[in-house]
């Protein structure tokens, strides 16, 4: 039964080695060696074209760069998975092996103490660099915090509630340019239209009299 046992793969903690994209699929070095007949320790060669699960459903997916030296879990299926691998259709198994190493997945994300995720926030979601240095939070209070170097919006934004700015705000039209409907109120500072400051502007050359309009009301 021993015998049969060692046979028997389930589950074990790899690194990658190399990623393909286009799979996506990984070469992955197992971390925990094999122990031979005679009590000493070899490491397994690394398996390769292992396919990598990332979060996927219903039309959506969340993809990360997948780099050289990241942790993960192998799964080892407990039958063959090429033909579905290929195909990705149902059908019998290409070959009769069981629990396989020819048949890993790979999920990364799982880590080595040495490796753990720092300054881990427990007061809601986040999705992060691991330095922290940019980050999508949402926590359990509902509030949504954003930083990073710089946000590129690729489409229209819409702002069904009050939008407050700290630190000032400037850009460039494109296209029909910058419209805004409804109330617009500005306070403090002045309001300037191509170099032209609104607040006390006034023009000359009245008829008759060829005076100048008084500044606005």
């Given amino acids: 039964m021993d ?3 060692l046979r028997v793969h389930t589950a074990l903690p790899g690194r ?15 971390m925990v060696d ?32 997948v ?8 799964i080892f299926n407990e039958r063959c998975i090429d033909g579905w691998h290929q195909s ?3 059908g019998p198994p290409m070959d009769y092996r069981l629990h396989d190493y020819s048949d890993a997945s790979f999920i990364p994300g799982i ?20 330095d922290g240095a940019a980050f999508i939070k949402i926590n359990d209070a509902g509030h949504i915090t954003m930083d990073g170097t710089d946000l590129t919006v690729k489409c229209p934004v819409f702002f069904e509630k009050l939008f ?25 500072g002045t309001l300037s239209s191509n170099g032209v400051v609104l607040d006390n502007h006034v023009h000359s ?6 005076g100048n309009t008084g500044g606005p009301a």
């Fill in 164 to 188: 407050t700015y700290m630190a000032g705000m400037s850009g460039t039209g494109g296209g029909a340019g910058t419209k805004v409907s409804g109330s617009f109120e500005q306070s403090g």
């Fill in 88 to 90: 990705g259709q149902s």
């Fill in 67 to 74: 780099k050289p030296g990241d942790e993960g879990q192998i």
């Fill in 16 to 30: 990658v080695v190399s990623f393909d994209p286009d799979g996506p699929t990984a070469t992955v070095q197992v």
């Fill in 3 to 5: 015998a049969a046992l």
């Fill in 111 to 130: 880590s080595s103490r040495p490796n753990a995720i720092p300054n881990f926030e427990m007061d809601g979601v986040s999705i992060r660099t691991l």
């Fill in 205 to 210: 050359g009245v008829q008759p009299g060829g």
């Fill in 34 to 65: 094999q122990v031979l007949t005679g009590g000493s320790a070899a490491p397994l060669p690394p398996l390769v074209d292992v396919p990598v699960q990332f979060p996927r459903a219903g039309g959506f997916v969340i993809t990360f760069p």
